[in-house]
């Protein structure tokens, strides 16, 4: 009489196992003429070999031999187990405009799953992190820093954990150009008033402060405001 025999076994996601390994058949010769099925094909897969583990969780495995008699079937159990993440790694830019964002990414071992991810920053203040689905992070510069330590910590299933670190330098959005505008038709008497507007190019430049000098102070000055008085002719 023939027969059939899977063994039970536990995979880890990615494993391949062939037939011959997975299949005890008597007589041999009929673990050529067995049909095979899965009943998850998103926990295993077929190959023409065997299978390949390729989602975390339990589904069955069935071996069947189409036999005169009636068919010989034999069913199990594979568990396919997740993978730990033994090692990750950052990368991105290294550098961010204050108000500018970049992003950053992370490698891990193929095949891992069911673990989470954490970014923190060194100084906090320094930048704004927003995690993403995929695991990477969005980082936006928030103030001037000449060295930020991006820190991403990778916690397995088992609590077990990994870490890396990424340098970043935080900088300064400049001023291009400053435009001043003069209200039109502008004629200032002595002990007459009047005040200068101007536009800081690009409008996201980090500092903004304007200092205000007059050239000839004794015919007029000027105030922090830009606020010109006339002195005297000239």
Not at 130 to 145: H, K, L, Q, Y
Request: proline share 4%; glycine share 10%; net charge negative.
């Amino acid at each position: 009489t023939p027969s059939l025999e899977i063994s039970s076994d536990s995979i880890t996601v990615g494993e391949p196992k062939t037939f011959d390994e997975l299949l005890t058949a008597s007589p041999e010769e009929l673990a050529d003429e067995v049909v095979w099925s899965v009943g998850d094909g998103s926990i295993l897969a077929l190959t023409q070999s065997g299978v390949q583990a390729i989602g975390v969780g339990t589904t069955t495995l069935t071996a069947t031999y189409h036999y005169l008699m009636g068919d010989v079937v034999a069913t199990t159990e594979i568990t396919v187990n997740p993978i730990k993440v033994s090692t990750v790694t950052i990368s991105g830019g290294s550098s961010v405009k204050v108000g500018g964002s970049i992003d950053l990414s992370i490698s891990v071992d193929e095949y891992a799953s069911g673990y989470t991810v954490e970014w923190s920053a060194d100084p906090a203040t320094a930048v704004r992190i927003d995690p993403n689905a995929d695991g990477s992070a969005s980082i936006t510069g928030e103030s001037v820093a000449d060295s930020v330590t991006i820190k991403v910590t990778v916690t397995n299933f088992d609590g077990t954990f990994v870490t890396d670190t990424h340098t970043l330098e935080v900088q300064k959005v400049p001023v291009e150009s400053i435009e001043i505008t003069t209200p039109e038709g502008t004629e200032l008497g002595v002990g007459g008033t009047t005040t200068l507007e101007y536009t800081i190019n690009p409008d996201d430049a980090t500092d903004k402060t304007v200092t205000w000098q007059s050239s000839v102070p004794n015919v007029a000055i000027v105030d922090a405001d830009g606020t010109i008085h006339g002195m005297a002719e000239g």
